[in-house]
C-alpha cells in the first residue's frame, strides 16, 4: 500500500500558466501520479477547494549557529510553518558553522527543512587571521581562505556568499581571486550589496562586474534593503542592462519595508545616520524590545550588545512592489532568529507575498508569485526534482487555503505562524498540520549540483 494521496487539489502548472484539479499519490518521497488516484493508501487529505504548491524554497536564508541544544534550528522551524521546505544559509558572506559539521549534523539527526549552503567570505576571513572588516586581507591571508574554500568543495556548497557592507575592507578583487578556488564552472555567488539609496547602481555594477570577471552565476541578495529607497527603477534598469548583455544576474527579496541586522555592525557606522534617523530603528529582543531608538540608546546598545538585531524602517512598499514585479526575481527571507527575537521575515515572508501581494494588493498573480518561490529557485539552484508538481518529482508540497493565507508575524511577536496553510509535506511526510510542527527532523543537506 502506498503512504499518502491528496484528493483534490488545485495545482499550478508553470509551464502552461494554467490550473489543474487532481489528486497527488505519494509513495517513499516521491509524486507518483497526478491525475486521479483510485488506489488505498495509509493516509489521504482532501484539499478541496485549496492549492497544493510546491513546497516553497527560499533561496536567501540564515541558519542558527550549532550548540547541541533545542535552538539549533529555531529559524528553520518557524520557516517550515510558513512552508519552506528546502533553505539556503550561509548568505551574506556569514557562515555560523563550518560547512562539514553543519553537513554532518543535518544528515544524522535532521531538520525542520532540507538545507542548502553557502560558504561566507567574512567568515573565510576570520577564520583566516584576516577580522578587521576594514582592512583588506593580506596575500597569505587570501591564500588560507582560498585552500578553506577548496576543501569545502566535498561537501556541495552553493558557492560563495559575499557581505560587502558588512566588511567594506573587502575588495573586487580578493573575492574574484577568491572564487577561482572553487576551480569548477556552474557556482554561484551570492551577495550583499557594498552600499545601498544613492550608491545602490554603483554596487550592482560591481556585482556584475564580479559575475563577468568569474563566471559564476551572480545571486543579488534582498534588492529592496540596497534600492526600495528612492533608486528601484535605476536598479532594475541597471540589471536589465547587464542581463540585456548576457551577465548571469537574478535578485531576490523580502516583502517588508525595514531591514534588519545587528546594531554593531558596519551598517550602523556613523556616515549611515547621513542617510536615517536613530528613531528608524527599533529594538527586537531584550529590556528594551519594541523601543525605537536615539542617539543615546543607539549608542548604549552599539556598546554594550553588538550582536542585538534591530529592525530599520526605511524602504518604500511600493518600490518593493516595483522589484518583485521583475520576472528575475524571487522570494527571500534573509532571516534569522537569535533568542526568539528578530524580524517577521522568518516566519512570514511567503503568506505575506500571497495573502498581501497576491490576494488585497494584486501586486502579482498567484501564479507568477508560486513560480518566484518554487520552480525559479529550484532551476536557480539547480534542483532537478524539485520546484513543480510533477510525476517523479520529490514530494515537497504545500497546501492552504488562498483566500485565508496571511502572515500573523509582527515586530512585537515575530514568530507567529500563519493563517491558511493546513499542511506541509516535506519528502512526503507530514512536517506541519495547520500551525503544528509534526516532524521536524524530515530535512535533509542538499548537496549543491554544479553541473
Not at 586581507?137 to 588560507?144: E, F, I, K, P, W
Not at 526575481?329 to 532571516?335: A, H, K, L, P, R
Not at 501586486?363 to 539547480?382: G, I, Q
Request: aromatic share 8%; proline share 4%; with cysteine.
Amino acid at each position: 500500500m502506498k503512504e499518502l494521496k491528496i484528493l483534490n487539489a488545485k495545482i499550478p502548472d508553470f509551464e502552461t500558466d494554467t490550473w489543474e484539479v487532481a489528486d497527488i499519490l505519494i509513495d517513499h518521497g516521491t509524486i507518483l501520479k497526478v491525475g486521479t488516484v483510485d488506489e488505498d493508501t495509509l493516509e489521504t487529505i482532501d484539499a478541496e477547494g485549496k492549492i497544493a504548491s510546491p513546497g516553497f524554497i527560499d533561496i536567501h536564508a540564515h541558519e542558527n549557529a550549532l550548540h547541541g541544544d533545542a535552538h539549533d534550528f529555531f529559524t528553520a522551524a518557524c520557516e517550515v510553518r510558513m512552508g519552506v521546505t528546502t533553505k539556503v544559509g550561509g548568505n551574506c558572506g556569514d557562515s555560523y558553522n563550518r560547512l562539514e559539521d553543519f553537513c554532518g549534523r543535518v544528515n544524522s539527526q535532521g531538520s525542520p527543512t532540507n538545507y542548502m549552503m553557502f560558504v561566507g567570505q567574512n567568515s573565510l576571513r576570520e577564520h583566516a587571521g584576516a577580522g578587521d572588516r576594514y582592512k583588506p586581507s593580506t596575500q597569505a591571508q587570501l591564500d588560507q581562505m582560498k585552500r578553506e574554500l577548496a576543501a569545502c568543495r566535498k561537501y556541495g556548497p552553493v558557492g560563495l556568499s559575499c557581505g560587502f557592507e558588512y566588511a567594506p575592507g573587502v575588495t573586487t578583487d580578493e573575492t574574484v581571486e577568491l572564487l577561482s578556488a572553487l576551480e569548477e564552472p556552474g557556482y554561484l555567488t551570492s551577495v550583499h550589496f557594498r552600499a545601498d539609496g544613492p550608491d545602490s547602481v554603483a554596487s550592482i555594477e560591481e556585482l556584475v562586474e564580479i559575475q563577468r570577471r568569474s563566471g559564476y552565476g551572480m545571486q543579488m541578495s534582498h534588492i529592496g534593503s540596497c534600492s526600495a529607497v528612492g533608486y528601484m527603477r535605476q536598479a532594475l534598469t541597471c540589471i536589465e542592462e547587464a542581463r540585456g548583455a548576457g551577465v548571469d544576474i537574478t535578485c531576490d527579496c523580502y516583502p517588508y519595508t525595514a531591514f534588519c541586522t545587528g546594531i554593531g555592525t558596519a551598517v550602523f557606522d556613523e556616515a549611515s545616520f547621513e542617510k536615517w534617523d536613530y528613531s528608524d530603528l527599533m529594538v527586537t529582543a531584550g529590556p528594551y524590545k519594541g523601543q525605537r531608538c536615539d542617539k543615546a540608546l543607539f549608542e548604549k546598545l552599539r556598546a554594550e550588545d553588538p550582536d542585538l538585531y534591530v529592525a530599520a524602517f526605511v524602504m518604500n512598499e511600493l518600490e518593493v512592489e516595483l522589484a518583485y514585479q521583475a520576472p528575475y526575481v524571487m522570494v527571500g527571507s534573509d532571516c534569522g532568529f537569535t533568542d526568539g527575537g528578530g524580524h517577521p521575515r522568518g516566519a512570514g515572508t511567503f503568506p505575506r507575498v500571497l495573502g498581501r501581494m497576491v490576494r488585497e494588493k494584486g501586486v502579482l498573480t498567484m501564479m507568477d508569485a508560486l513560480r518566484k518561490m518554487t520552480v525559479l529557485p529550484a532551476d536557480r539552484l539547480n534542483l532537478k526534482t524539485k520546484g513543480e508538481i510533477r510525476e517523479g518529482f520529490d514530494a515537497d508540497i504545500v497546501i492552504f487555503d488562498e483566500n485565508a493565507i496571511a502572515d500573523c508575524a509582527t515586530y512585537e511577536q515575530p514568530t507567529l505562524p500563519p493563517d491558511g496553510i493546513s499542511y506541509v509535506i516535506l519528502g512526503g511526510q507530514i512536517a506541519v498540520k495547520d500551525k503544528t510542527m509534526v516532524n521536524g527532523t524530515l530535512g535533509r543537506f542538499i548537496p549543491y549540483q554544479n553541473s
